[in-house]
């Protein structure tokens, strides 16, 4: 009997820490699965269209390589306890993160730059195949639209943490409380 309550783990509350641990591991797991589509999806458009868009040739460039960056960037993520092993997880991460940044940075130059290019093959140099081009903008411009959420709700989360600093009452010097700041 009391082998059995020890397989099982010595209380309740590590028994609950347990499960609740497994399972966010495999939620956490199952989250990576719609951007890892979306990487693959970047690299198949890239190279497919690596030679379709003279209007500016680094657009399927940066299509198939932040593709490989970010399923490079996933995989890190899942293979973590195994790789921390060998390196610093930490390094691995800064250096990949920077890389996306500075690549996304220059992605959205080059296809902000060349907006609204031919979508027609007979333009030569003025054309870029509608797939490649759109799917690079509509990334890029929902990223920025992602970005652009969190901040504000940064600052909404700072204007009521300030704003909870003067509503809620504190004890002054006295011991009385008060709502202003001493």
Known sequence: MAQEA???GSNPAERRKKYIS?????YMKLS???P???HLAMIVIGAMNLK????EKNIPVYLLSAGI???????VVVARNWIVKYVSFDTIMSIIYTLEFVYFLLGSYWVYKEYKPSFNPLDGN???NKTAFMFAFIYITLAYVVLA???ILLLCCIAGVIALDKIIPVQNEEGNLTTENV
């Open 22 to 26: 497994a399972k966010i591991g495999k």
């Open 69 to 75: 960056l970010g399923i490079l960037t996933k995989t």
């Open 32 to 34: 990576l699965i719609v």
């Open 6 to 8: 020890e397989t099982r």
């Open 126 to 128: 003025a054309y870029c």
């Open 149 to 151: 959420f969190f901040l």
């Open 36 to 38: 890892i589509l979306l």
């Open 52 to 55: 379709k868009c003279p209007v």
